[in-house]
């Protein structure tokens, strides 16, 4: 069975900081390019990165300054930093493997104060 696992997300105030982690499998991880995307309630599931396999990066002008995703090798996960967030960074945040189509089963973040 393929596992996306993602974990880290919370509730932040604005202006606050998380990280989100993905971690899968050595052949899942090697032979994907990863990427986190979101979904806001009654919203589409939006990409909001993506990271290849050497390590060439891509974000959403709205998260751009803000996020940075990252992947360690090593240890086959992925990461987004998130800072300065804002409310209407809230969201489910899903990690997908973008070759092979795998899904992660999401992490709530909510920004509020």
């Known amino acids: 069975q393929v596992q996306l696992v993602e974990s880290g997300g919370g509730l932040v105030q604005p202006g606050g900081s998380l990280r989100l982690s993905c971690a899968t499998s050595?052949?899942?991880?090697?032979?994907?390019?990863m990427a986190w995307y979101r979904q806001a309630p009654g919203k589409e599931r939006n990409l909001v990165a993506s990271?290849?396999?050497?390590?060439?990066?891509w974000q959403v002008d709205s998260v751009k300054g803000r996020f940075t995703i990252s992947r360690d090798n090593a240890k086959n996960t992925m990461y987004l930093q998130m800072n300065s967030l804002k409310p209407e960074d809230t969201a489910v945040y899903y990690c997908?493997?973008?070759?092979?189509?795998?899904w992660g089963q999401g992490t709530q973040v909510t920004v509020s104060s």
């Open positions: 990271i290849s396999r050497g390590g060439s990066t």
């Open positions: 997908h493997a973008m070759e092979s189509g795998f």
């Open positions: 050595r052949s899942i991880f090697s032979d994907n390019t």
